[in-house]
């Protein structure tokens, strides 16, 4: 997993958390207030959305974030990972991000790019 993952807050403008992915060059970002998972947003539906100008000037991150946020503890294994992420797509997909909780706050993200490099290793 990737500790400390980068956030967002729910009151952000969608431009910016989209700017914040780029310059990051990550897919997801957990939304969060203190420390509490709110949702999440990823690279994908904000360019989407973007691209097809379906936001109006202002929009926020907390209008279009997705509430139903697939997560993972830290004592969980790579084959529980596996199988969230399966059971979390839609249309016999995947999901691309697991946000991980310890005691309901937010200490990592684990990314499909993760698990393929620690299956790269073995």
Known sequence: MTPDPITVKPSEDVVFAFEKLMKHKISALPVEDQGK???IVTATDLGHNLI???YRLGTRVEEVMVKDVATISPNETLKDA???MS????DEGIINQLVVLEDDKIVGIISDGDIIKVLKEL
């Open 37 to 39: 998972l709110l949702g």
């Open 52 to 54: 097809l100008d379906n």
């Open 82 to 84: 596996i199988e969230k």
């Open 87 to 90: 059971e979390y797509g839609e």
